[in-house]
């Protein structure tokens, strides 16, 4: 059992020993380490059972303490942390002589963010330094957006977990760099679409897709973000159903049918298939449904605009099979 608490301190006191919490953010809950002590950032692949060649995400208060962790800081890097910082948005930069090997796994790029979180917020402040966290899960499963969910999954691995609540936006950041023909490239959809960071910087980012052969973050991976239990990502929700009608089904709708399955588990997203809502209740929706023991989730796919891209693509990256 790891402590949940609100208490700034006692987490400080714990990341100044060299251990591993759990921190808030509006996207995911985090699993944190002194980004600057090797020996604890070690511990996060091991908590995490993750690959030594998978780098992690330094987090700062704000653009100015980010800066000498990276080198060619260009306007479009102060644009973007102007416009979205704190906030969902990871830039991929050069990496200075500051940020440890174990950290960027071996790239030349480091991966830095500044959450939208008060807690954690103050906690960097404070901290001084930057910290290191992925999300708190075991490699591959689903991202925690409860401190009950790391508690559940990692809490006999670490101290303490900071309390912020649920966090406000649900799916993993957004991650966007420039490429070596410095052409702006998201890597991981997330919140901020590309068409907003076009916006600002005058060029729409490319999406690097998973058909691509090179893939710069292993979180465009397929199978990711996965329940335990086998799960099925459907445009065409009816049909799957009747297909598996003999197993033993949950169902996750992202907004109400008039039809319901009585037999069935069944879970809605949002009453009017608002996509932040969608997005904020996804990760907890598939969370409780894969404690249920079932055969088979059925999730059935959102339109594919806006947020709702970027949702469904964590869908089919944790879906076993496609309909
Ligand atoms: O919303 C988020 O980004 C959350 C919260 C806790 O900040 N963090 C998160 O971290 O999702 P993680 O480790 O679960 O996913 C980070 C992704 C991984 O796919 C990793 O491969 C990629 O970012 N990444 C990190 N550093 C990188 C680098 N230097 N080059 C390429 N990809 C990198
Ligand atoms: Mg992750």
Redesign the pocket.
């Known amino acids: 059992m790891a402590i949940i608490t609100k208490n700034i301190n006692e987490a400080l006191s714990i990341l100044n020993s060299g251990k591993l919490i759990g921190i808030p953010?509006e996207?995911?809950?985090?699993l944190a380490a002194d980004a600057t002590n090797e020996k604890a950032v070690q511990q996060i692949f091991k908590v995490k059972n993750r690959p030594s060649n998978?780098?992690?995400?330094l987090?700062f208060p704000n653009l100015d303490a980010a800066i000498p962790y990276f080198k060619n800081p260009t306007k479009k890097i102060e644009i973007l942390a102007e416009k979205f910082w704190p906030g969902?948005l990871?830039l991929?930069l050069d990496r200075s002589d500051l940020v440890p090997e174990i950290v960027?796994?071996g790239?030349k790029?480091?991966?830095v963010?500044v959450?939208a979180h008060p807690l954690t917020l103050q906690l960097l402040e404070k901290f001084n330094k930057p910290l290191a966290?992925?999300?708190?899960n075991p490699s591959g499963y689903i991202?925690p957006t409860t401190p009950w969910h790391v508690e559940k999954q990692l809490g006999n691995k670490i101290p303490l977990i900071l309390d912020g609540g649920p966090c406000s936006k649900g799916i993993?950041?957004t991650?966007m760099g420039w490429n070596e023909n410095n052409v702006p490239v998201v890597?991981?959809l997330?919140n901020i679409t590309p068409e907003e960071i076009g916006q600002c910087i005058g060029t729409t980012p490319l999406v690097l897709n998973k058909s691509e052969k090179k893939l710069?973050?292993?979180?465009?991976l397929s199978k990711h973000y996965a329940p335990k239990t086998p799960t099925l990502i459907t445009d065409n929700l009816e049909m799957a159903i009747n297909k598996h009608l003999n197993k033993n089904l949950g169902i996750i709708r992202y907004m109400p049918a008039n039809a319901t399955n009585k037999n069935h588990t069944e879970f809605v997203l949002s009453e009017t298939g608002n996509l932040n809502e969608i997005a904020r209740n996804l990760y907890a929706k598939m969370h409780e449904m894969d404690a249920l023991n079932l055969d088979l989730i059925v999730i059935e796919a959102m339109p594919d605009e806006g947020i709702g891209i970027a949702i469904n693509d964590r869908l089919r990256r944790a879906s076993t099979y496609r309909s």
């Open positions: 953010t996207t995911v809950y985090g998978n780098p992690l995400i987090h969902p990871t991929l960027t796994a790239s790029r480091v991966a963010r959450p966290a992925p999300s708190a991202s993993e950041s991650i890597y991981r997330g710069e973050a292993p979180g465009m």
